[in-house]
């Protein structure tokens, strides 16, 4: 149980493309999920908080209107990176949490996104 | 930065030798989680500690907890060249905070 889906794996487009990013929990609801960002050989690191109904919290660093994030419903979440650069090239990684205390967070397999 | 920090940052065995990563963090916790992840993948959830417990086991897997110290320890017995993966341990903050704290991980090479 408590199966993530993460959805495109790998994605190679052009400078100025938008690039969206699917993130569902398969089994299970999840009124919070997280989006991390991870560069070769790092660890990850968090982008933002994403609730479900409300507006996502967003780390400090991170641009909000570059990195846009839906979470309409239960059992997904979206990720969208918007006018992508070269720098914006990356792992991008989504969790969700099983409500409850002391529950561990359940990972996509990622995405790698490659901004030409 | 609130990062922990583990290490030691790579480690490489032998089939059958036992690896054992530690991992400091800052603040108080709720608890202290283990992943394991495979090149270009996702993360694999493989313990949970709670604060209060000071050791837990699962198959080979054992991890310590000193929160006096704020580190914990992950124990693979018996490696195989299948536990060959970064590792990282992440912890979950008090007060009411979902967001987790991770490592900066343990890359371990089992060689066969």
């Known amino acids: 149980g408590a199966v993530v889906s993460q959805h495109p794996s790998w994605v190679i487009c052009k400078s100025g493309t938008s690039v969206k990013i699917e993130c569902r929990s398969l089994?299970?609801?999840?009124?919070?999920m997280f989006w991390y960002r991870q560069f070769p050989k790092q660890s990850l690191m968090l982008m933002a908080t994403?609730?479900?109904?409300?507006?996502?919290?967003?780390e400090q660093g991170v641009e909000k209107d570059k990195f846009l994030i839906n979470h309409a419903s239960l059992t997904l979440s979206t990720l969208t990176v918007t006018s992508a650069h070269p720098e914006d090239s990356s792992f991008y990684i989504c969790?969700?949490?099983?409500?409850?205390?002391?529950?561990?967070?359940?990972f996509g397999d990622g995405t790698r996104l490659s901004i030409l | 930065s609130q990062q922990g920090e583990e290490d030691p940052q790579a480690l490489s065995i032998q089939e059958g030798e036992n690896a054992t990563m530690n991992c400091s963090y800052k603040?108080?916790?709720?608890?202290l989680q283990w992943y394991r992840q495979n090149s270009g993948r996702g993360l694999v959830h493989l313990i949970l500690?709670?604060?209060?417990?000071r050791e837990k086991h699962s198959g080979r897997l054992r991890v310590t907890l000193d929160t006096s110290k704020k580190s914990s320890s992950l124990l693979i017995t018996a490696s195989r060249a299948a536990d060959t993966a970064s590792y990282f341990c992440?912890?979950?903050?008090?007060?009411?905070?979902?967001?987790?704290?991770f490592g900066k991980g343990t890359k371990l090479t089992v060689n066969p």
């Open positions: 994403s609730n479900e109904g409300s507006k996502a919290t967003y």
């Open positions: 603040t108080s916790i709720n608890n």
């Open positions: 500690i709670r604060s209060n417990e």
């Open positions: 992440a912890s979950g903050p008090q007060g009411g905070s979902e967001k987790l704290v």
């Open positions: 969790s969700a949490e099983v409500t409850g205390d002391n529950q561990p967070q359940h």
């Open positions: 089994d299970f609801q999840a009124t919070t």
